[in-house]
């Protein structure tokens, strides 16, 4: 059966590195991959987020550059799961990130 | 063992330090920005908002803790991946408005870290793709830091600072940028001598 949350939301299945760092854990970077990627937001995998961690500042590694974006949690399920919406990303990195996304394989 | 008061006293003085350091380094190298933006031929009125933005270069450094800002050693690669996000973090919080100084200081938190031949942070950008402002701030920020004290290191004598902005020039930095840098020196020296003789 597949999980929950995944294929929503326009998102595709898409593995990119991605690190979080949240202000209710200011001391570290969490590293974590991408399991959907969309222009709006993503399902992640980031091991040892808080429970507390609402509000996000992503680092995606899209090819070529780093897409940078605040999120904010808006869903979390086992294993180290959470589904973040992403605040606002600017005319031209939203466009950057939707045709990477249309053109991924 | 020293007394609470005496304790509390010296950690009074040592944050009355600390934070007058970090207002004498903000004042010097916005006014450093400010001289290098004339210099490149920009008008007073933009040379003057690039002070003004340059001065909340590292605003984003407020969501990172002390204990990693202040840390008098090297840094392990997750504090520096910390300290790395205020570029991004100052970005979020100035964006947004409708006042041209703080849209410029948004682009110059975000971008101060990036170097001309693009190995910087956090966008990795190269050359003109850098924002003008933030290659000026770049310059100001890297010769002020290095001419001051910090406390894990000595400041450097002006000379070996000066040479530093130059072997910088077309990798670290825009060119363009040092050679103004540099035909402004004595104007920059004007600054620096004068900001530290009101500290």
Partial sequence: ?????????????????????????????????????????????????????????????????????????????????????????????RARLGEFIRTAR | MMSAPATKTRLLAGTEDL?????????????????????????ADCARTIRGAAKLHDFGKIAIPQRILLKPGPLTEQERLVIERHAVIGHQLLRGSTCE??????????????????????????????????????????????TRGRSYRAAFKLQPALELIRAGRGTHFDPDVVDAFLAAEAKILRVRRSRRERS
């Fill in chain 2, 19 to 43: 934070l007058l350091g970090i207002a004498a380094h903000i004042d010097r190298m916005s006014r450093y920005a400010e001289v290098i933006a004339r210099q490149l031929g920009l008008d």
């Fill in chain 2, 101 to 146: 100084l703080l849209d410029m200081a948004a682009e110059i938190a975000l971008s101060h870290h990036e170097r001309w031949d693009g190995r910087g942070y956090p966008r990795g950008l190269g050359r003109t793709k850098i924002p003008l402002e933030a290659r000026i701030a770049a310059v100001a920020d890297v010769f002020d830091s290095l």
């Fill in chain 1, 1 to 93: 059966m597949s999980d929950p949350l995944e294929h929503r939301d326009g998102r595709r299945a898409i593995s990119l590195d991605v690190s979080a760092w949240a202000l209710v854990q200011p001391e570290r970077v969490f590293s974590g991959t991408t399991v959907e990627l969309g222009v709006d937001g993503a399902l992640v995998r980031l091991a040892h987020l808080s429970p507390s961690a609402y509000e996000l500042n992503l680092r995606i590694d899209l090819p070529g550059r780093p897409l940078h974006v605040s999120a904010k949690v808006v869903e979390r399920g086992p294993p180290d799961l959470v589904v973040v919406s992403f605040d606002r990303v600017d005319a031209y990195e």
